[in-house]
């Protein structure tokens, strides 16, 4: 009965400091959306109050009618990039991960923790050669180059390869004995299988691809493909002295991924554990 | 560390006498990966390793001239170059963010993932609050910031002088607040992942344990310290090291929110590696490039270092 | 699973819609030259130099036409680095007096020499500083078309209702700042960071300072000049309370646009903001404000050609023809918030009847920086220590300049190869 008691004084004790850093948590964006939805000169007025005075869409309907403004045409080079990127590397590691975990072949560990260890080396040593390579291949400028070469990333393998050490043997062994191929056990039962694995590497990749900001920056310098965090980068400079315009872009640079976020939060919450046992 | 130890021993099976496109298979599903890993991965390491040896031109190879360790010799030692200047001034600020982020960005999310892990009321949608900023990209964060941080229009401004505490504190351009808007905005963006990492673990921590840490009396310090950092100190150890690397790689920040001021304090050392191979004046990419190995294998050198001492502390 | 998907669908639809709805600037048919342009106007100059080159193609609909991109200035000078060099560079483009020279050592752009000779581009119808910027080793690789002056506007109401004039010189300035304090909550705020630097380099003018050597190369505004001009900014902050501290890049401007400062100084550029905000402004200049040699900041827009496109007669007689139609309509450009480049159009009737111009600055004593190859390496290290000045109540000002210059030294010392 006392623990009882115990436990749930710490629970609502819990509650009430969640709740105050989650009002602090909350409020830079809740003032943001706020500004969106005021005036320009209201904006700038200097008052507290979150409830606009004169409530207003003139920002929003700025935002979709400049003809400047190319903040659609980021979100759609970001889906390009991102989309593209995300499914080829579910299939490149699909693939690897079905080769490292459930194929047996002659220095296949070996091979696998010589990837492993490889991520040892920082990103930043490879950033200029990386540069070089993409003059030499013709890629600056083009999506080509935010998509292919982080095909070669280490750490989705991981995650799948871990969950396909998980599936039993004897399903693979008696699909053989049925005189299944490779191709087919990979395509009809392990795909399947690790469906929540790939949702998981999927998403990261996918959230990786999307927000990143310094590769984009170094490859893409022409308008017409250049991605969201980069091109909100440059909006901030040509609309300096618009906030509510600038917030509104802001706003609608992050529904994109709210609704990714609201539409899958447990995968998110699965995969973040899921590297964190890396250990 | 997880090795499968079972051996993988085809030779005596009765299929390595099959066709030789059997043998060959496992060359269809590692080989994709393994091409693009080496062209995009294996290949740069080197090359950046020649690069860094040349003043280099992006695209002018005739203009490229091997000055063998020169570029090291000048930003490591030649104290009246400008490129020393700045890779010393650049590494001073990465490291300051990195002392100034990392025990934060560890103790603030096990500290709510304590909280969110005895499940009180609504605890998925706390969870989902402190995770939600981790999905912005960092041109939103920034632009998020540098509108509550602003001088004279910003709410943190406006509602500290409403509180009386203090007026038109400049948030972005003077010292030490750069540095703490900096480091409150990082904690704000990348706790999310950090906590449920702890949360996980934390649930993992088997409550028999507390309970018979209870019987003895111990109170609730003992019981942090006895119990639950020991319990969890796997996580601590990768988030610790993750943190570390990710605070090294500081980039979009100060890119973004100082522009690297004041007077270059916060010009952190890949903003002039970036400056310095394609920034407007005139691109220098092979001392950029050395600057870029001494910073990654001061990286390394220092994830290595933290696990030893961490493991030792442990035993 | 199924709301994932769902997602999916709905953003990559919105995706989709953008991209529907995006641009279709198709080429050309065969006869048309096409030629294309970079141009850094993002504000509503921009929408007037879009104007402008859509009036340009319609009058040579069938013989030329221009395609044109925006390139926010701030990334304009590294997609140069990294698009000429590769042979996608535009046929023209936009840069700023102060990069010609150097692009132009760094065999970045071609000349105009061979082009000028057929057409009637004159020397005297420049402002001299502007037209020689353009000279590097004796070629032509810039063309102005205009000069973009700071200067001051105030506030005409909160004047009249103090009864203040406008002042021109610090201690009028100061003076006319104690008398608004019962009028106004602020009087000059003045932003720390951009545009100060353009302050700083006006008053360094003011000062009797320069700013590079005679040969062009090394900083020389670590002087007793630079020093007051550096000095005075900590001092009209601090000491006579002219401006509140730590005010952010466009506060200043906000403040003015709410009818909250006295004064606001900016260039010509932002004109076009300050109309739209309603207030009842004048325009004056700011030649002797913070010292006594008069003197105004201005940067000038020129037009260069990039070097690397196989160009063909064709297609630089087309260059020059959409050249001499924009700077010959450089009255249209004045009205985006731009002085024209050309002293026929500074003279002619209606350049003076403008409501703002004229009073925004003398054209006599504006003054540009050294254009030369190693401005960039040699002076911009001075503008954070400007920005130090201004935000740090009792900054060392020497040692700011110490600083600055050593940085201008080493690295002009790494340009030069020495």
Redesign the interface.
């Known amino acids: 009965m006392a623990l009882r008691k115990i436990e749930q004084r710490?629970?609502?004790l819990?509650?009430w400091?969640?709740?105050t850093?989650?009002v602090f948590?909350?409020?830079?964006?809740i003032?943001?959306i706020s500004?969106s939805f005021k005036t320009e000169m209201e904006?700038?007025s200097?008052g507290?109050n979150l409830i606009p005075r004169d409530f207003t869409l003139a920002s929003y309907r700025f935002i979709f009618t400049d003809q400047n403004n190319n903040i659609f045409r980021y979100i759609r080079n970001s889906f390009i990039a991102a989309g593209s990127h995300t499914a080829l590397y579910l299939?490149?590691?699909s693939?690897?991960a079905?080769?490292?975990g459930i194929?047996?072949?002659?220095g296949?560990?070996r091979?696998f923790?010589l990837?492993l260890s490889?991520m040892?080396?920082?990103?930043?040593?490879?950033?200029?050669?990386?540069?070089?390579?993409m003059?030499r291949f013709a890629w600056l400028n083009r999506l080509t180059a935010l998509i292919?070469?982080?095909?070669?990333g280490?750490f989705g393998?991981f995650l799948l390869r871990q969950f396909n050490?998980t599936i039993p043997k004897d399903l693979v062994e008696s699909a053989k004995i049925d005189g299944a191929s490779?191709?087919g056990i990979?395509w009809r039962i392990i795909l399947p299988l690790t469906k929540p694995a790939l949702i998981v590497v999927g998403l990261f990749s996918f959230?990786g691809n999307?927000?990143d900001?310094?590769w984009p920056?170094?490859v893409i310098n022409d308008d017409a493909v250049r991605t969201?965090?980069?091109?909100?980068?440059i909006m901030?400079g040509n609309y300096t002295i618009y906030?509510s315009r600038?917030?509104a872009?802001?706003v609608v640079?992050?529904i994109p991924?709210?609704a990714?976020?609201m539409a899958s939060?447990r995968f998110?919450?699965k995969g973040?554990?899921m590297?964190?046992?890396?250990? | 560390?997880r090795?499968?130890l079972k051996a993988?021993?085809?030779?005596t099976t009765p299929s390595a006498i099959r066709s030789l496109p059997k043998r060959l298979?496992?060359a269809?599903?590692?080989l994709?990966?393994?091409i693009?890993?080496?062209?995009?991965?294996?290949?740069?390491?080197f090359?950046?390793l020649v690069?860094s040896l040349y003043d280099w031109h992006?695209?002018?190879p005739e203009q490229r001239t091997f000055i063998g360790l020169d570029n090291y010799r000048r930003i490591l030692f030649e104290t009246?170059?400008?490129?020393y200047?700045y890779f010393w001034r650049g590494l001073r600020n990465t490291l300051t963010f990195v002392v100034l982020s990392v025990p934060p960005l560890v103790v603030f999310p096990l500290l709510?993932a304590s909280?969110?892990n005895?499940?009180?009321?609504?605890?998925k949608v706390?969870?989902?609050?402190?995770?939600?900023?981790s999905?912005?990209?960092?041109?939103?964060l920034?632009?998020?910031?540098?509108?509550?941080l602003?001088?004279?229009?910003g709410?943190l401004n406006?509602?500290l002088a409403?509180l009386g505490i203090g007026t038109?504190?400049?948030w972005?351009?003077?010292q030490p607040f750069a540095w703490l808007s900096l480091v409150m905005m990082t904690i704000?963006w990348t706790i999310g992942?950090n906590m449920?990492?702890?949360t996980?673990?934390l649930k993992d921590v088997p409550d028999m344990l507390y309970e018979s840490a209870d019987i003895d009396g111990a109170n609730l310090f003992q019981k942090f310290f006895r119990i639950t950092l020991p319990s969890i100190r796997?996580?601590l150890?990768?988030?610790f090291i993750m943190t570390t690397?990710a605070s090294?790689?500081v980039?979009?920040q100060p890119q973004?929110a100082t522009?690297g001021?004041?007077?270059?304090t916060t010009t952190v050392l890949?903003m002039y590696?970036?400056n310095i191979?394609?920034?407007?004046?005139?691109?220098r990419?092979g001392i950029?490039?050395a600057m870029?190995?001494c910073?990654?294998l001061l990286?390394?050198l220092i994830?290595i270092a933290q696990t030893r001492i961490i493991k030792r502390m442990g035993d | 699973m199924k709301k994932i998907i769902m997602s999916f669908m709905l953003v990559f639809s919105i995706a989709l819609l953008a991209a529907c709805s995006g641009d279709d600037n198709g080429n050309g048919n065969g006869q048309v030259t096409a030629i294309t342009f970079w141009n850094i106007f993002t504000g509503p100059d921009g929408q007037e130099m879009v104007a402008m080159i859509n009036d340009f193609n319609a009058q040579h609909e069938g013989e030329i036409r221009v395609l044109t991109q925006t390139i926010p200035s701030a990334d304009f000078?590294?997609v140069m680095?990294?698009a000429v060099?590769?042979g996608q560079g535009p046929d023209v483009a936009i840069m700023h007096l102060d990069n010609i020279q150097?692009y132009a050592s760094?065999s970045m752009l071609d000349h105009f020499d061979d082009l000028l000779a057929s057409a009637d581009f004159d020397a005297e119808d420049y402002i001299p500083a502007v037209w020689n910027a353009g000279l590097y080793d004796g070629r032509r690789y810039g063309i102005p078309l205009d000069v973009h002056p700071i200067g001051m506007f105030y506030n005409i109401d909160v004047l009249a209702a103090a009864n203040v004039e406008v002042p021109t010189t610090t201690a009028e300035l100061i003076a006319a700042c104690d008398a608004l304090a019962a009028h106004v909550t602020h009087c000059l705020p003045l932003s720390?960071?951009w545009p100060s630097q353009t302050l700083f380099t006006a008053s360094l003018f003011q000062n009797n300072g320069v700013d590079l050597d005679e040969n062009g190369e090394y900083p020389a505004f670590n002087t007793p000049e630079g020093f007051a001009a550096l000095k005075i900014f900590n001092d009209l902050i601090y000491t006579h309370g002219v401006s509140?501290?730590?005010?952010?890049v466009d506060?200043d401007l906000?403040?003015f646009r709410q009818g909250n400062a006295a004064f606001h100084i900016n260039g010509i550029w932002m004109l076009n903001g300050i109309i739209e905000s309603g207030v009842n402004f004048g325009t004056a200049p700011i030649a002797q404000l913070f010292g006594d040699t008069p003197a105004t900041w201005a940067g000038s827009h020129q037009f260069v050609m990039p070097r690397g496109r196989n160009i063909n007669p064709e297609k630089q007689a087309a260059i020059l023809t959409f050249i001499e139609f924009i700077t010959s309509n450089s009255l249209r450009w004045a009205n985006a918030g731009q002085i024209p480049a050309n002293l026929r159009v500074l003279e002619s009737a209606e350049f003076q009847a403008l409501p703002y111009h004229g009073t925004f600055v003398d054209v006599s004593t504006i003054r540009f920086v050294n254009a030369s190859p190693y401005f960039?390496?040699a002076f911009t290290p001075i503008y954070?220590?400007v920005?130090?000045a201004m935000?740090?109540p009792g900054a060392n000002i020497q040692a700011l300049l110490d600083?600055a210059e050593l940085?201008g030294i080493?690295?002009v010392?790494?340009?030069l190869g020495n």
């Not at chain 1, 948590?25 to 964006?29: A, G, N, Q």
């Not at chain 1, 194929?103 to 002659?106: C, D, I, L």
């Not at chain 2, 602003?150 to 229009?153: E, F, G, K, P, R």
């Open positions: 710490k629970k609502r819990s509650f400091i969640l709740l850093i989650s948590w909350v409020m830079p964006v003032w943001v500004t904006a700038v200097g507290l299939l490149v590691a693939l690897a079905y080769g490292y194929m047996q072949f002659k296949r560990d091979i923790w990837l490889t040892m080396i920082p990103a930043v040593m490879n950033l200029i050669p990386l540069y070089s390579i003059i292919v070469p982080g095909l070669g280490v393998i050490l490779h191709v990979y959230m999307w927000n900001y310094l920056l170094i969201l965090p980069v091109g909100l980068a901030q906030y600038l917030m872009a802001t640079s992050i991924v709210l990714l976020f939060q998110f919450i973040i554990t590297t964190g046992i890396k250990q | 560390m090795l499968n993988s021993n085809v030779s298979e496992p269809l599903f590692i994709p990966h393994l693009i890993f080496s062209v995009f991965f294996i290949f740069p390491f090359y950046g690069i992006h695209f002018f009246d170059h400008i490129f200047e709510i909280l969110i005895t499940e009180p009321r609504g605890y706390f969870r989902a609050v402190f995770y939600l900023p999905l912005f990209s960092i041109a939103t920034v632009l998020i910031w540098r509108w509550v602003n001088t004279n229009l709410v406006l509602t409403q038109n504190i400049a972005l351009s003077s704000w992942g449920i990492i702890f996980a673990a796997n996580q150890v990768y988030i690397l090294f790689n980039f979009g973004l522009g001021g004041p007077q270059q890949m590696i970036r191979a394609f920034g407007g004046g005139r691109p990419p950029a490039t870029a190995v910073m990654g990286m390394i994830s | 000078y590294e680095n990294t060099p590769q150097r760094l720390a960071m509140i501290p730590n005010v952010g506060e906000a403040f960039d390496d954070s220590r920005t130090a935000t740090s600083a940085e080493q690295r010392d790494d340009a």
